[in-house]
């Protein structure tokens, strides 16, 4: 994949994209497929998968595809979005909670998520493209989630102080580095317990 960050997709799955005009149902039904076939085949195959395959297992055109996502670099990254976005939602829901430790929660979703499904694992490493600029807003809004837990963690003392929001995204990323090195993407139990142990690391001594 280029290093250039593609264009990011509409977020709004009711519209055309880049562009305002409401999708008809039928045209909104299709893209949906497209979106959750392409979810399913990113996660295993990353980028390999061609577009015409993605096509092909999602039941439409190859024509349908492209009018929604031009290249596939633009749907890898609505993909990565939606996925993303998934988990802005769950961080926000354990906001809503009074548990300390929602932190660990959330920051094990996020590792679990992205051993599962390389387009997330690429985009909280920036292995594919950085997340920052190709979608600033859902990379702000994931962020600010976990600093708000963060904060709650470091009030409950259940983390340690001197841990900033920085250290536990980079925590995240190295896990993956970590279950990739123990040919563990496989394997659920393993990398979840992988991710365990460096997560630990954040707790108070």
């Known amino acids: 994949m280029s290093s250039r960050p593609p264009e990011r997709a509409a977020p709004n799955s009711s519209t055309v994209h880049g562009g305002g005009r409401e999708l008809r149902a039928d045209a909104r039904r299709n893209r949906e497929r497209v979106l959750r076939t392409a979810q399913q085949l990113f996660a295993t195959d990353g980028l390999g998968v061609s577009l015409d395959e993605i096509a092909r297992r999602a039941g439409v055109g190859p024509g349908t595809v492209h ?5 596939k670099e633009a749907l890898y990254l609505a993909v990565t979005i939606d996925q993303l976005e998934q988990l802005v939602a769950e961080a926000t829901a354990l906001a809503a909670t009074d548990d300390p430790a ?14 599962e499904n390389a387009a997330v694992k690429s985009a909280l490493t920036a292995a594919e493209f950085d997340l920052r600029t190709a979608a600033p807003d859902v990379a702000a809004d994931l962020t600010g989630q ?5 904060d709650r963690a470091h009030t409950a003392g259940a983390v340690r102080r001197d841990v900033t929001v920085d250290d536990v995204m980079a925590l995240v990323a190295g896990a993956f580095a970590a279950i990739r090195h123990a040919n563990a993407e496989t394997s659920q139990q393993r990398s979840a317990h992988l991710a365990q142990i460096i997560l630990d690391g954040l707790r108070p001594r």
């Not at 929602?102 to 051993?115: D, E, I, P």
């Not at 976990?146 to 963060?150: K, T």
């Open 67 to 71: 009018r929604h996502f031009p290249t």
């Open 102 to 115: 929602a932190l660990f929660t959330q920051l094990s979703r996020m590792v679990a998520m992205g051993a």
């Open 146 to 150: 976990v600093a708000e837990l963060l």
